[in-house]
């Protein structure tokens, strides 16, 4: 029987939960107050944990885990096994909607300084064009913390995959 990401995470040795943790988040200050909460009672204590510390975080460490991701629409081979299938939506794309994804990517960093994130799972290339597009309007700081927003549902997936991959 496999195991729920809680049981998982809490069976690990500190060193393979900070590993595994890591690949969920890539904010260092977020990987150890996760590993400060185990044990974690249930997987809804553990997405609970990761909510709660991910929140309680400042600007750079939102930075920091915002720079390990890479851009959208970036090629597969530059991104990790769990990227490439959160940017499935991409795959495919018309040429000219990569082109606009790759344009926007610049700008939009040029813009706030950071890599545009979004929660790709189970959207289309156009779908993310479209919300590139959309969040370019927000003031810096309003859009910081958007990004963090789109971060905290991708790290909810992958604690969620933990355990299957």
Same mark, same amino acid.
């Given at each position: %029987?496999?195991? =729920?990401?809680?049981?998982?995470? &809490?069976?690990?040795? +500190? $060193?393979?939960?900070?590993? *595994?943790?890591?690949?969920?988040?890539?904010?260092?200050?977020?990987?150890?107050? %996760?590993?400060?909460?185990?044990?974690?009672?249930?997987?809804?204590?553990?997405?609970?944990?990761?909510?709660?510390?991910?929140?309680?975080?400042?600007?750079?460490?939102?930075?920091?885990?915002?720079?390990?991701?890479?851009? +959208?629409?970036?090629?597969?081979?530059? %991104?990790?096994?769990? $990227?490439?299938?959160?940017?499935?939506? *991409? &795959?495919?794309?018309?040429?000219?909607?990569?082109?606009?994804?790759?344009?926007? #990517?610049?700008?939009?960093?040029?813009?706030?300084?950071?890599?545009?994130? +979004?929660?790709?799972?189970?959207?289309? *290339?156009?779908? %993310?064009?479209?919300?590139?597009? *959309?969040?370019?309007? #927000?003031?810096?700081? =309003?859009?910081?913390?958007?990004?963090?927003?789109?971060? $905290?549902? +991708?790290?909810?997936?992958?604690?969620?995959?933990?355990?299957?991959?």
């Amino acid at each position: %029987m496999t195991p =729920t990401p809680a049981a998982y995470l &809490n069976s690990l040795s +500190i $060193a393979a939960a900070r590993a *595994a943790l890591g690949r969920c988040c890539g904010a260092r200050h977020w990987v150890d107050g %996760m590993l400060a909460a185990r044990p974690f009672a249930s997987d809804a204590d553990l997405l609970a944990a990761a909510e709660r510390v991910w929140w309680g975080l400042g600007r750079a460490d939102w930075l920091e885990a915002l720079a390990a991701h890479p851009r +959208i629409g970036a090629r597969a081979e530059a %991104m990790t096994d769990w $990227a490439r299938r959160e940017q499935a939506g *991409a &795959n495919g794309a018309a040429e000219a909607t990569l082109a606009a994804l790759a344009q926007g #990517n610049r700008t939009y960093e040029e813009r706030f300084g950071h890599v545009f994130l +979004i929660c790709a799972t189970g959207r289309t *290339a156009d779908e %993310m064009l479209d919300a590139l597009r *959309a969040r370019l309007t #927000n003031d810096p700081a =309003t859009e910081l913390r958007v990004a963090a927003e789109e971060h $905290a549902k +991708i790290t909810r997936l992958r604690l969620d995959r933990l355990v299957v991959s």
